[in-house]
Each structure stands twice: as C-alpha cells, then as structure tokens.
C-alpha cells in the first residue's frame, strides 16, 4: 500500500516537472513573434498550411481569417436583430432565422430581398478591399477614409 501511494505521489509530481522544448523549425519561426503566438501553443498550425514560411500566404490567410470573423459578427446581429422583430420595408411578412430561407426563394418579395442582399454584398466587397494599397496591415479596411490614429 505504501508503494501504491508514493508512485502516485511520485507520478503526479513528475507532471510539474518542466518539460524540455523541442526545436521549431527556421520556417515556423518567422511567425513566432506575430498577433496570435501566444503562450503555451506559441504559433499555432496545426495543419500546416503556412509550414514553408511564406510571409505573403500568411498575410491572405490573416487577412481571410478577419474578415470571415467580420462577416459572422455581423450575420450574429443580422439574426438577434431580425428575432426582436425589425424588418427592412418591403420584408415585413419574411420570417426569421432559418425559415427565412424557403420563403426567400419561393415568393417575389423573397426575391426582392435577395437581390437586396446580393445587391449590398457587392458594394461592401469593393468598397472593403485593399483597391489602393493603403492597408497598413491585413484586414486594415479603412482605405485612408477613416484614421483614428492606431
């Protein structure tokens, strides 16, 4: 029984024991330091989609990343908003959440809206590009028009 016991004890001490650091390769690296490596992962990719080091992937995939993020933000408020019960003039009768999707596509008011939709989309996707160059880093979607002084 006492053996039992101080094999616990020992095993459990074992796991505050620090760990020896393995050696991360010279690609991985250059990302060490950037928004996102933080402690205890470091950089994190696990499935090694920027593995060869290349700082111009890592930008577009930053880049993606914001502004799918953006995007969802703005599809949670789109929802609680259409919940509470505000439609846009002309979608008074759509329903909301998932049941908006059959009515959409099935009556011309649906339609109306969709086009709407599309409508807005494209607007926002050129005027929320990098058309100029001015992005100071990736997903910097000002374009010069809005400087609060980051």
Same mark, same amino acid.
């Given at each position: 029984m006492k053996t039992a016991v101080f094999a616990t004890l020992l095993a459990t001490a074992a796991a505050f024991a620090p760990a020896a650091e393995k050696a991360s390769s010279s690609a991985l690296s250059s990302f060490k330091d950037d928004y996102g490596a933080i402690a205890p992962l470091g950089f994190f990719d696990p499935l090694g989609l920027v593995?060869?080091? #290349?700082? #111009? =992937? $890592?930008? =577009?995939?930053?880049? %993606? #990343? *914001?502004?799918?993020? =953006? +995007?969802s933000m703005l599809a %949670? %408020?789109?929802? *609680? +908003?259409?919940?509470?019960?505000v439609r846009f003039p002309g979608a008074s009768d759509v329903p909301? &959440? $998932?049941?908006?999707f059959p009515y959409l596509h099935t009556t011309e008011d649906g339609k109306t809206v969709l086009m709407q939709m599309l409508a807005f989309f494209a607007v926002a996707e050129m005027v929320?590009? @990098?058309? /100029? &160059? *001015?992005? #100071? /880093?990736? &997903?910097? /979607? =000002?374009?010069?028009?809005? @400087?609060?002084?980051?």
């Open positions: 593995a060869d080091g #290349e700082q #111009e =992937r $890592f930008d =577009r995939l930053r880049y %993606v #990343e *914001l502004k799918h993020g =953006r +995007v %949670v %408020v789109g929802y *609680l +908003v259409t919940a509470a019960g909301d &959440g $998932f049941a908006a929320n590009r @990098d058309a /100029f &160059g *001015l992005a #100071e /880093f990736p &997903g910097d /979607f =000002r374009n010069g028009a809005l @400087d609060f002084g980051w």
